[in-house]
């Protein structure tokens, strides 16, 4: 890997592509669906491939084919691959899993394949949503400022007297017990509801909400050299999501890349890894 402060954009795409060809089998062996989130859809649909400025991949699924992506994932992956998740690594405050490369220096890349997972929802029950994710949030930002505490995660630290106090309280509560009533609340609403909601997403509640028949049944679709599964109907998610114009790239101010970390990894063949994903 390259010692500058970013992986070089081609390498960084064929290592993403990888990870993406490594879950694609999980799913498939696993029998689980799947669609492309966010930006990786748009990009799916905008760009038949990674957005050009960007430097992930965003997938979700339901939640009930959790247990069975954990176990599919253990038995599956190649031995330069893992998954990071809140039970096998307590640090860790994502909502979601992470796919990633193994690093010999901090265990998980930066790099990866973030896992969404959608839980069912009811946004008529506008109060209870409400305080469904007023808890999230605050436990979220119990754990980080804990993990932060431990020398575990980044610098967190509230601005506010009062949330500083109010987190530093209930930071003294075990990470595990944090993280079982974290989900416990994420899966709270168990109606068989019309909707799905990814709690785990950047986006606002109402944003981050999708109608299951909009979501449907995946469809495969370009994606660089090879394809990825969106919802059944890309184009109302998509103008849900970015607005009518979705289709219209942002100007290049707004073009945001953050770049990816190198990791250190004895193990990793780029050469093998270049024909097995093939040319791009």
């Known amino acids: 890997m390259e010692n500058n402060n970013s992986l070089e954009k081609n390498e960084a795409k064929v290592l993403l592509l990888y990870l993406l060809k490594q879950f694609k089998k999980v799913c498939q062996e696993a029998s689980i669906t799947y669609y492309a989130s966010g930006g990786t859809c748009l990009g799916a649909i905008r760009h038949q491939g990674i957005i050009p400025w960007d430097d ?15 176990e599919a994932c253990v038995r599956l992956l190649p031995d330069t691959m893992a998954i990071r998740t809140r039970e096998n690594d307590p640090y860790f405050c994502g909502e979601y899993i992470k796919l990633c490369y193994k690093d010999d220096d901090t265990k998980y890349s930066e790099m ?11 946004p008529k029950r506008k109060i209870f949503r409400a305080i469904q994710n007023r808890f999230l949030l605050d436990l979220y930002f119990i754990k980080t400022y804990k993990v932060s505490k431990m020398g575990k995660g980044k610098p967190y630290m509230p601005h506010n007297l009062f949330r ?48 299951k028949a909009a979501l449907g049944t995946p469809t495969e679709r370009p994606f ?25 790239p942002p100007p290049p101010e707004k073009r945001i890349n953050h770049g990816i970390k190198p990791f250190k990894l004895a193990s990793l063949d780029m050469n093998k890894i270049k024909q097995e994903i093939g040319e791009l």
């Open 112 to 122: 990866s394949i973030d896992v969404f997972f959608l839980d069912d929802t009811n």
């Open 224 to 248: 660089e050299n090879t394809t990825i599964s969106v919802a059944e109907q890309p184009e109302e998610i998509l103008t849900h999501l970015y607005g009518p114009n979705y289709m219209t």
């Open 164 to 211: 500083r106090c109010q987190v530093a309280m209930f930071s003294l509560l075990p990470i595990s017990f944090i993280d079982r009533i974290h989900k416990r609340i994420m899966t709270a609403e168990k109606n068989n509801t019309e909707y799905w909601v990814n709690w785990g997403a950047c986006y606002s509640y109402k944003k981050a909400t999708y109608n």
């Open 56 to 70: 992930d991949i965003d997938v979700m699924m339901p939640r009930k084919y959790y247990g069975t992506f954990v």
